[in-house]
């Protein structure tokens, strides 16, 4: 019996103890962009699954989702685009990006998605984000926002 009781209370830790670590600031403002957007959005269980699984097709549900996170990340910005430091700043700077690597990469970015965006901000938002998903910028985005989706950030 008490062998069962142990089993029990260990089994009800290791459940509970990813809900008890505490979140980051910035792990915490993503959940609250993500909720809000999937609320406005009007997104669909499945469709918060794709995005759960960081895929990102190129269409208007997804792109509409886009930016309005960024934008209420305040890291988006209709007429400047990506706020490359701000994005740096608020994602723990030199300590976890290159940024060396990192300011280039988003800003050019930025400006090739501008160039070939249909002049409207949530098609340039679009662009611009797919552009850096393939950089290493892009690499460090899909790790992060892993551990943000599975409560380990």
């Known amino acids: 019996m008490i062998l069962i009781q142990c089993q029990f209370v260990l089994t009800l830790l290791f ?9 980051s600031p910035q792990s ?15 997104l669909t269980a499945e469709q918060r699954r794709t995005l759960d699984r960081l895929e990102y097709a190129n269409e208007l549900w997804v792109q509409r989702y886009l ?3 960024w934008t209420q990340l305040q890291l988006w910005e209709d007429n ?6 701000r994005i740096v700043q608020t994602y723990g700077g030199p300590h976890r990006f290159n940024v060396e690597q990192a300011l ?4 050019g970015c930025n400006a090739r ?3 070939t965006s ?7 938002c679009y662009k611009a984000f797919v552009c850096i998903l393939r950089t290493p910028v892009g690499d460090w985005y899909r790790h992060y926002m892993l551990d943000v989706i599975n409560g380990n950030a």
Do not use: K, Q, Y
């Open 104 to 107: 280039p990469a988003i800003g």
């Open 80 to 85: 400047d685009g990506f706020n490359s430091m």
């Open 15 to 23: 459940t509970l103890l990813p809900l008890l670590r505490a979140r």
């Open 67 to 69: 930016h309005c996170f």
């Open 118 to 124: 249909t002049g409207n901000a949530i098609d340039w």
């Open 113 to 115: 998605a501008r160039r």
């Open 28 to 42: 915490l403002a993503i959940v609250r962009a993500r909720d809000e957007c999937t609320r406005s959005g009007r």
